[in-house]
């Protein structure tokens, strides 16, 4: 069984058009996570919520916009891609806000 | 913001050696994790630490939690090709608000020749 899963794993599209990441975990957590990984492997937090809740919110265009339905679940919507949004976008998933979190296999996005 | 400096940046090693890589922060983590990356893959937990001074083994990995709550280090012995990837250390500082957020190191290459 998947633990963290994504969807979709690759993601090809133009710039200026929208599109959506989603995310589900079935641990039974009830904090998510959305990170950035960029060219030179470095990752970087974007987004948490915790029980629906947003509680991170680090410096992110608006153009990004999570929305988690429920504790098993965050989605990632990105509005007027540009070039610099090409990266591997990564969810995870911890028990509470505290420790270990548990990644999924990634997004990799490419906006030409 | 936190700064986390992770070292070395690369490795090459023979099959058989012992690896050794560590990160420093600028500031004091109450949890220290270690996750290992394949290409293609997303990050994979290796090794949780939550206490000073605490040494975690997990098979031929161990890593400590360093004294002053400003290190971590992880070694790996008796290396096999399948150590094969990307390593990166992670801090949490867990005391409220952003300080929720991990906070990752670059990355330690390690490449094992056969």
């Known amino acids: 069984d998947t633990a963290v899963s994504q969807t979709p794993k690759y993601l090809v599209t133009q710039m200026g058009n929208d599109k959506s990441i989603k995310c589900e975990q079935n641990l039974g957590h009830d904090t998510m996570y959305w990170y950035k990984q960029d060219s030179k492997k470095f990752l970087k937090i974007m987004f948490s919520?915790?029980?629906?809740?947003?509680?991170i919110n680090e410096t992110v265009p608006n153009r990004f916009s999570p929305k988690s339905p429920d504790k098993a679940h965050l989605n990632l919507h990105i509005n007027s891609l540009e070039l610099g949004d090409s990266a591997v976008y990564f969810c995870?998933?911890?028990?509470?806000?505290?420790?270990?979190?548990?990644f999924g296999p990634g997004t990799r996005l490419t906006v030409t | 913001g936190q700064q986390l400096n992770q070292s070395p940046q690369s490795m090459f090693i023979q099959e058989g050696e012992d690896v050794s890589m560590n990160c420093t922060s600028s500031?004091?983590?109450?949890?220290w994790l270690w996750y290992k990356q394949d290409p293609g893959e997303g990050p994979v937990l290796l090794i949780a630490?939550?206490?000073?001074?605490e040494l975690t083994s997990n098979g031929r990995l161990t890593a400590q939690f360093g004294i002053t709550r400003k290190d971590s280090f992880l070694n790996i012995s008796a290396s096999i090709p399948s150590d094969v990837g990307i390593y990166f250390c992670a801090g949490q500082e867990g005391s409220g608000g952003s300080n929720y957020k991990l906070t990752f190191g670059k990355g330690t290459l390690l490449t094992v020749n056969p």
């Open positions: 919520y915790n029980n629906k809740e947003l509680i």
């Open positions: 995870a998933s911890s028990q509470s806000r505290v420790g270990e979190q548990y």
């Open positions: 630490l939550y206490k000073a001074g």
């Open positions: 500031s004091i983590f109450n949890t």
